[in-house]
């Protein structure tokens, strides 16, 4: 299929492409930061969210059928590393911060994630579930034959 990439899918891998840089600057963070749990873990899933942003631009730049799958990923992992780091550092005070945050967030990235989906559709169609493979199922064995006895006569299974 020949197809052009649409300008907002520029615009949504550049927006990809920053925040995998902003997070890359949370992998190396400060210096002064001692690595208790709670930082190795965050520093870890920054560290993920710079590989899911790459590729996420990348699906967005080249128009992949894959492209608003990745996009939403990215979106959920960024959910998900907000709630954990605001729970870590206040506990419910921070769920409440988590909220807040991801709610301004949601202003930005939704629009996003609704126009890569319906460009992704006009572009591509709309995705179909995959069909499960046929199962394999071997031939019935063949019957084993008669046992013959003494005299050519058939002898009873019992």
Known sequence: MNHHTPLGFYVASIAAAGFGVLMLALVAGPEGVPPDGAVIVARAAAAL??????????ALWMARRWAYRASLSLALGYAALVTFACVQADGATGLGLAFWLLLFSAMVVVPILLYVRSRSIALFGIPRPPVPAPRYRPPPAAPAPPRIGPGGRPVPWW
């Open 49 to 58: 969210l710079v590989a899911v942003a790459a590729v996420t631009a990348e």
